[in-house]
């Protein structure tokens, strides 16, 4: 019986599904604003923007992550240094508000 050793390299093109999630994010958050412009129920309404807070606090977070990606790439530098503190606030930020959130959910 023979060993094979198969080998490939797989490349990714995340940059284009990046683009799709922005604008399916930025539809989504559009579409729960006019929806909550409708005249709905109070509590339809309530559930809406809380999603809206939500959609808004993950795309913080990945803001945030990125901008932390890309200043620890370039370490060293001053400005590096500050985008990573700014970074870190944000994600604390962003856990925070997801936390609120979150408790927003549970008291319903």
């Given amino acids: 019986m023979s060993e094979e050793t198969v080998v490939f390299n797989l490349e990714l093109n995340v940059e284009a599904a990046f683009d799709n999630v922005r604008k399916i994010e930025m539809l989504t958050y559009r579409t729960?604003?006019?929806?909550?412009?409708?005249?709905?129920p109070e509590n339809v309404r309530e559930a809406l923007a809380l999603a809206q807070r939500l959609a808004m606090t993950f795309r913080l977070l990945h803001t945030a992550m990125v901008a932390l990606a890309a200043a620890r790439a370039?370490?060293?530098?001053?400005?590096?240094?500050?985008?990573?503190?700014?970074?870190?606030g944000a994600l604390t930020s962003s856990v925070l508000a997801t936390g609120d959130a979150m408790m927003e959910v549970n008291a319903r």
């Fill in 32 to 40: 729960l604003g006019l929806l909550g412009r409708l005249g709905l």
């Fill in 74 to 88: 370039a370490s060293g530098d001053v400005l590096a240094l500050w985008q990573a503190i700014v970074s870190a």
